[in-house]
C-alpha cells in the first residue's frame, strides 16, 4: 500500500473524534456570546478566537498534518518487536477486556460511576457545615467567573464638559485631595490629570486607558 494511501487510512480513523471534538469545545465557547454585561466583555475575545483556531487546527489536522507526515517523516520497511512497559500493560488489559464479558461489563460501569462522581463535584461545594458563607467542604470546588479580587483601593473618575481647561480639571483634583488628605483612614493617594491612571483589570473592560484629554483625571 502506497505511504499516500496510508495517510488517508490514519486520518480517516480519528476523524469522527477529531470532528466531534471541535465541534463540542465551539459549541461550548460560541455560547458565551449570550453572556452580557461586565463578564460578556470578558469572555468576547475568547468567544471569537477559540472557535476560530478550533476550526482552523482541524483544517490542519485534515489537510497539512498528513501530508507533513507523508513529506518528512522517515519510513523503513523493518519490523520492531520490543514494546515498551507501557504497551505490553495496555496490551495485556485489552485481552483481557476482548476474553470475558464480564470485565468489560465492571469496565464500563467503573467509567460511568467515575464520570458520575466528577459532574457531581462541583455540586458538593454547596454542603457546607458552617453555612453557604463560609468556606468549602473538604474536596470541594467552588464555582465562579472570576476570582476574587479585594483590593483596599478605590478610584474616583473626573469627567469634565469637552474643551474643558486643563488647569479647571487639576483644581477639581486638587480639592478632591483636600478632603482625601482629612480622611484617616486614606494612607496615601496618587492623581493623574489628562492621562488615565494605571489600567487594572476593570479599567480594562471600561476602557479607561482611552480616557486621555484635558477634561479627564483620576485619582487613586
Not at 131 to 143: C, E, M
Not at 150 to 164: S, Y
Not at 170 to 190: G, H, W
Request: net charge positive.
Amino acid at each position: 500500500m502506497a505511504l499516500s494511501q496510508v495517510a488517508v487510512l490514519a486520518t480517516g480513523e480519528i476523524g469522527d473524534p477529531t470532528t466531534l471534538a471541535t465541534i463540542t469545545v465551539v459549541t461550548v465557547f460560541l455560547s458565551l456570546i449570550m453572556v452580557t454585561g461586565m463578564l460578556g466583555q470578558y469572555f468576547y475575545p475568547m468567544t471569537f478566537n477559540v472557535p476560530v483556531a478550533m476550526v482552523a487546527s482541524l483544517f490542519i489536522a485534515y489537510c497539512i498534518t498528513p501530508w507533513a507526515a507523508r513529506r518528512f517523516l522517515p519510513t523503513t520497511n523493518q519490523h520492531t518487536s520490543k514494546s515498551s512497559l507501557l504497551q505490553t500493560v495496555y496490551r495485556f488489559l485489552f485481552n483481557l477486556l476482548l476474553r470475558y464479558r464480564s470485565l468489560r461489563y465492571l469496565f464500563f460501569w467503573l467509567v460511568i460511576i467515575l464520570i458520575g462522581l466528577s459532574l457531581l463535584q462541583p455540586a458538593w461545594q454547596f454542603i457546607r457545615p458552617q453555612g453557604h458563607r463560609y468556606a468549602t467542604s473538604p474536596k470541594g470546588v467552588p464555582l465562579a467567573f472570576l476570582p476574587k479580587d479585594n483590593k483596599n483601593t478605590f478610584l474616583i473618575t473626573f469627567h469634565h464638559p469637552e474643551a474643558t481647561p486643563l488647569e479647571v480639571t487639576d483644581r477639581s483634583v486638587r480639592l478632591i485631595e483636600l478632603e482625601l488628605a482629612k480622611n484617616p483612614y486614606i494612607l496615601n493617594y496618587q492623581s493623574f490629570v489628562g492621562i488615565s491612571s494605571v489600567v487594572d483589570f476593570n479599567g480594562q473592560l471600561r476602557g479607561s486607558s482611552g480616557r486621555v484629554g484635558t477634561q479627564f483625571a483620576e485619582t487613586k
